[in-house]
């Protein structure tokens, strides 16, 4: 029974984490003059919302039964907005972009920081850490204590937040690293448009040649936040 609520929660703060991530954008737009979010009621927390019926709940879940419950990915559907109705026709684009990562690093850090004030035995916390998403150990370890359910609950976020953060950063569309890229290279609307259109192939081929350090650096970023949350 603890397994299935653990797990529950865990796709919760995923959901929400993805959601958080979506919004941040369209209250930046909206802010920098675009409120296509706003009259599209897309700057609120309801999941309704912002589920994709692909990326919000069957990617995840075939992930979930692939990896024993223990890893799963997910998109919400992206929130709209018209970068031509920006302020700042240069650095919207990106600053509307890089919204989402920047606040779900910022979720990330507050986390490993409230984290790192709970009061448990150093050993306890390195215990959790190691094992939160093997479901069967961390529930023994976490059984019959508060602090310790809440700091799992807590590296969850953590973890999620990291990775929403490190994946959006890469710079292939349809990823938020993307507008950045555009605002630092001077690439043609030929080759953007290009890059538009077959973005989501060119991340998968990445992905998939890239595989191993693309790994090794999110276990680098992860690592800085779950040091942060053990003190």
Request: no cysteine.
């Amino acid at each position: 029974m603890a397994e299935i609520v653990l797990i529950f929660f865990y796709l919760v703060i995923l959901l929400y984490s993805i959601i958080i991530h979506e919004v941040s954008h369209g209250y930046v737009a909206l802010w920098l003059g675009d409120a296509t979010a706003k009259f599209s009621d897309r700057l609120n927390f309801n999941p309704r919302k912002h589920i994709d019926p692909w990326g919000s709940i069957l990617v995840p879940l075939l992930m979930l039964l692939a990896t024993g419950f223990r890893y799963a990915f997910g998109w919400a559907k992206p929130v709209p907005y018209n970068p031509y109705n920006l302020k700042n026709q240069k650095w919207g684009p990106a600053l509307v972009g890089l919204a989402g990562p920047g606040v779900n690093i910022i979720i990330a850090f507050v986390f490993a920081m409230a984290a790192r004030l709970i009061s448990l035995p150093a050993q306890l916390k390195f215990d959790i850490v190691s094992n939160f998403s093997n479901w069967g150990a961390i529930s023994a370890v976490i059984a019959r204590s508060f602090s310790a359910i809440f700091f799992e609950l807590f590296v969850i976020i953590v973890f999620w937040n990291t990775i929403l953060a490190f994946f959006n950063l890469i710079p292939i569309p349809p990823l938020d690293g993307s507008k950045l890229m555009y605002l630092i290279l001077p690439l043609k609307m030929e080759t953007k448009i290009l890059l538009e259109q077959f973005g989501f192939i060119f991340l998968i081929i990445f992905i998939v040649f890239f595989s191993a350090p693309l790994g090794n650096l999110l276990n680098y970023f992860l690592n800085i936040f779950f040091s942060i949350a053990l003190g």
